[in-house]
């Protein structure tokens, strides 16, 4: 069997630096660039170091995530992208498909981030959100190359009063935010070296994740991409039927008139029989005069009985009420 090495195992490399050419201009380059990787190399020889705190935090996240918890993240400036790259790889995926986990970056709220700035000031734009978002049982993860941010700092002071988890990924230790935070994540170097390994440590941090979920929580859910799945099939819609002036001049019995055997129908919903009376928006005709033809045709009496029909056009007396002439309409002999 081949033998594996194993990460701490691995010696400390630094890559060859070239023989000095003929350009002096050209040589000076290639030094700072050489120097730049040897000063990350050094730094990555620091998070090697710190593997077994982002295992156990990939454990952690993989228990509170699946039960409903949340991840907030926040940073400033070149911290805030590496923040905001956590949360998109929770709530997407970073490696293989499974089910999305709730991930917030706070400074990524920018209407709240300026009018919290504007009203209370820049040291509260981190803390007035977790007091909005964070419950207890959720992790706050703070990033800084520095470890002294004063909003940041807030931010921590304001999740460990309301029972949140605090993770600190920092420069070099000592700082005010290690201090603070219920577990820090510390990698010397440069302020550019340390932000670049922050963003490997991100991507392990996703991987010790995901190897740590449980299977019911790799796959995705079973109704994913469908808004109607989880709510319950709409009632068939109703057929109408026949109303009951239409069923009155074909002869037929009306929905709510039908006898079977001497019995009435229960399945119908059981209404007045009678004709509802006409308002005067919708008298037309000869039901707005009150003729014969209109009740017969409608197979009942469109008003109670004993009501003068002729009272609406003759006012109320039954003598008949004088025309109004018409405007541009002279006077008749």
Do not use: K
Not at 181 to 189: H, N
Not at 199 to 218: G, K, Q, S, Y
């Amino acid at each position: 069997m081949r033998h594996r090495i194993a990460p701490h195992d691995v010696p400390e490399r630094r890559l060859p630096v070239p023989a000095p050419g003929t350009d002096p201009a050209e040589d000076a380059w290639r030094h700072t660039g050489h120097h730049h990787l040897d000063q990350l190399s050094e730094t990555l020889c620091a998070l090697r170091a710190e593997l077994p705190t982002l295992v156990r935090w990939g454990q952690r996240l993989a228990e509170l995530l699946p039960a409903g918890h949340r991840l907030l993240a926040a940073g400033n400036g070149g911290s805030a992208a590496e923040a905001q790259h956590l949360t998109a790889e929770l709530v997407g995926r970073f490696d293989g498909d499974r089910r999305a986990y709730s991930a917030l970056a706070l400074h990524a709220e920018t209407s709240s981030v300026t009018a919290i700035g504007n009203d209370y000031g820049y040291g509260d734009v981190f803390a007035r959100q977790v007091e909005a978002h964070a419950r207890r049982g959720d992790v706050l993860l703070l990033l800084s190359t520095s470890g002294r941010s004063e909003n940041l700092l807030r931010a921590t002071g304001t999740a460990r009063r309301l029972g949140v988890l605090t993770w600190a990924v920092t420069g070099a230790l000592p700082n005010p935010l290690a201090g603070l935070a219920d577990e820090t994540l510390s990698l010397p170097g440069t302020c550019s070296s340390v932000q670049e390994a922050h963003l490997v440590a991100v991507h392990l941090l996703c991987v010790m994740f995901e190897r740590a979920l449980p299977a019911t929580a790799t796959a995705p859910r079973a109704d994913a991409g469908n808004p109607r799945a989880s709510r319950p099939p709409s009632p068939p819609p109703t057929p109408a039927g026949p109303s009951q002036e239409t069923a009155s001049r074909h002869g037929s019995p009306a929905p709510d008139e039908r006898v079977h055997a001497g019995t009435a129908d229960t399945s119908a919903p059981a209404r007045d029989p009678r004709p509802r009376r006409p308002t005067d928006g919708h008298l037309t005709g000869a039901r707005r005069r009150g003729g014969a033809g209109d009740q017969a045709e409608a197979g009942a009496r469109p008003f109670p009985p004993g009501t003068d029909h002729g009272a609406r056009e003759t006012g109320g007396g039954g003598q008949p009420r004088a025309r109004r002439p018409r405007q541009g309409e002279g006077h008749r002999p």
